[in-house]
């Protein structure tokens, strides 16, 4: 059956940096596309941006781009979203999901604070 699996998520002071993955399994990073989304307390699910089956990627929200960059060992079969000059407001669970099938992962949290 198809999962999704993400960690990295932690503690972490105002521009640092932290790198998630999203391991998958029962299938392919070749045969799906995946997106990454968060959602912070009291505040809707935001999609941060993905990356297509065939490695290419799709746009980031306004509110990472720049900082946040996507992307994917298929060796590993894991897609990992690098996050660099972490905000308190990028304080929030961290998605992994793939659009074919809605599969979810069950997130990991990132806080930044001081």
């Known amino acids: 059956q198809v999962q999704l699996v993400e960690s990295g998520g932690g503690l972490v002071q105002p521009g640092g940096s932290l790198r998630l993955s999203c391991a998958a399994s029962?299938?392919?990073?070749?045969?799906?596309?995946i997106n990454w989304y968060r959602q912070a307390p009291g505040k809707e699910r935001e999609l941060v941006g993905g990356i297509f089956s065939t490695g290419v990627l799709t746009g980031y929200a306004d509110s990472v781009k720049g900082r946040f960059t996507i992307s994917r060992d298929v060796a590993k079969n894991t897609v990992y979203l690098q996050m660099n000059s972490l905000k308190p407001e990028d304080t929030a669970v961290y998605y992994c999901?793939?659009?074919?099938?809605?599969?979810w992962g069950l997130g990991t949290q990132v806080t930044v604070a001081s």
């Open positions: 029962g299938f392919t990073l070749r045969s799906s596309r």
């Open positions: 999901m793939r659009p074919n099938g809605n599969n």
